[in-house]
């Protein structure tokens, strides 16, 4: 109980700590104001503002010492932070002890300048603890380095068969998606991310990896869980790796979790196969932003999400203070009739649905053409026919369709024409004839036909993955 209370008071310091920043800045403001004759009135707030100024920064450094009492900080810059803060206060005191009696021996204009600069480097040191190191110099780095894309982006891959499995792709989805609670400056549960040791360490509830096991894995379990778990990692407030980036690190777990092996190095099913290629280009975020609905819609059922997620289906908001998801089976390539029931119950909130490598046939389009929020729908590697896409007409807001792969034609696709939303077709190694492509981009003017066709070279290390797959 006791622990329990000393706990809540050390984690008011957040909150507390911005109050004596502001009321000090303010003060030193009265106090250059006050020393114009033109507001000479302001003079006898000075006193009252600096006392209330020192006072809280002084609850602020208790409730501050009680936080790094925890083993959630970075040790060393904590106790910088908590000197620094201690020194802010002290001097506050001083000046106030100056303001209140002018005869007393201290500089107050070296005295004010010393708190001004006492309180941007505690906050800054603050920042550092919470938000890392570098995010007061990263925005500047973002202006003045030649490259574009932000830090909190993982950058294209030249050679993805060549790619350092951990550095290169693991290490990176953690940094941009963990580090911020489990990094350097910051270690929640005593868990840190950051480096091999401290992975295959895990935290104070145990590991978080086990070799060869993705599913059990407590790092992969806890991003499948709903959003509004407690336990779902990262928290819902932090940006939620994607649907692609889970499968990465599923499937690098599944391989051993190595921290030394190349790509080619280890098993590759075909799924992963296209999501590590992707890894050689860049995706457009501007296409994502328009194919995430602006309408209203209510926060889908809780229940329904962790039934689907305890089925290994990757369910994802997709984006921040957005009700609308996107449901993967990146991870499950085999689709019941009892999961897509449970689709159909969240067709208000979902907006992309990736079917591809999946075992669904035509029969499976019943269930997904009646969920009409849909924008993207991914149904590449499939059994999917003429037949099926039929189904697809009630689809209106339908933005993107993938149907590489599958055995559909020219005359199931022309149809589609009544979808006046759709931006791209993916169309490769499908069935559709060669001669057909004039006639399908003309009916689809303003459509993006993607037929493919791109010569990408195969690896002698490539490996397939064959699963025996009941059609639904």
């Known amino acids: 109980m006791l622990i329990s209370i000393t706990a809540f008071i050390g984690h008011l310091h957040p909150a507390i700590i911005h109050l004596p920043i502001g009321v000090l800045l303010t003060a030193l403001l009265l106090q250059w104001l006050g020393s114009l004759q033109k507001y000479h009135l302001l003079r006898p707030a000075v006193p009252f503002v600096l006392l209330a100024g020192a006072f809280t920064a002084l609850i602020s450094c208790v409730t501050g010492y009680i936080l790094s009492l925890g083993d959630e900080y970075d040790k060393n810059l904590a106790s910088w932070h908590m000197w620094m803060g201690i020194c ?22 070296v005295l004010s300048i010393a708190l001004l600069a006492l309180i941007f480097i505690t906050g800054h040191l603050g920042g550092s603890l919470t938000h890392g190191s570098d995010y007061f ?28 499995v951990y550095a290169d792709i693991a290490s990176p989805i953690l940094q941009t ?22 992975i295959a360490k895990g ?29 779902h990692m990262p928290p819902k407030e932090k940006p939620q790796p994607t649907a692609e980036q889970i499968a990465l690190l599923h499937w690098w777990i599944d391989n051993g979790a190595s921290f030394n092996k190349k790509v080619k190095q280890l098993s ?16 457009s975020s501007k296409q994502d932003i328009l ?20 089925h290994g289906i990757v369910v994802l908001p997709l984006a921040q203070n957005s009700n609308y998801l996107l449901v993967s089976f990146v991870t499950d390539t085999t689709v019941t009739a009892e999961v897509l029931k449970l689709l159909v119950i969240l067709k208000k909130q979902l907006a992309w649905l990736k079917l591809n490598n999946t075992n669904i046939g035509d029969s499976a389009i019943g269930y997904v053409a009646q969920l009409t929020a849909l924008t993207r729908l991914d149904v590449a590697h499939t059994r999917i026919t003429d037949k099926g896409l ?10 993107y369709l993938n149907l590489t792969g599958t055995a559909v034609t020219q005359q199931g696709l022309l149809p589609l024409k009544s979808l006046t939303g759709l931006r791209s077709v993916y169309l490769y190694r499908t069935s559709v004839a060669k001669n057909a492509y004039a006639l399908i981009k003309s009916a689809f003017p303003k459509t993006n036909i993607d037929t493919g066709g791109y010569n990408v070279p195969t690896l002698v290390t490539d490996t397939t993955e064959v699963k025996a797959k009941r059609e639904y």
Not at 390 to 399: C, E, H, M, Y
């Open 88 to 109: 802010t206060t002290f001097v506050a005191f001083l000046l106030y002890a100056k303001a209140k009696n002018p005869q007393f021996g201290a500089n107050r204009t």
């Open 137 to 164: 110099t990263k925005p500047l780095t973002d202006i003045f380095s030649n490259d574009t894309s932000a830090s909190a982006t993982i950058k294209p891959i030249a050679n993805v068969q060549e790619a350092n």
């Open 177 to 198: 998606k963990c580090y911020s609670c489990h990094g350097p400056n910051k270690q929640k549960g005593s868990l840190r991310l950051d480096d091999s040791f401290s």
């Open 203 to 231: 935290g104070k509830d145990g590991l978080v990896i086990k070799n060869g096991n993705g599913d059990a894995s407590e790092l992969i379990k806890r991003m499948l869980l709903p959003m509004n778990d407690d336990d």
């Open 268 to 283: 590759q099913p075909t799924g992963i196969k296209k999501t590590l290629l992707a890894l050689q280009t860049t995706a």
């Open 291 to 310: 194919d995430i609905p602006t309408a209203p819609v209510e926060q889908a059922d809780a229940n329904i999400v962790k039934s689907l997620s305890s």
């Open 390 to 399: 039929q189904l697809l007409l009630p689809l209106k807001n339908l933005a």
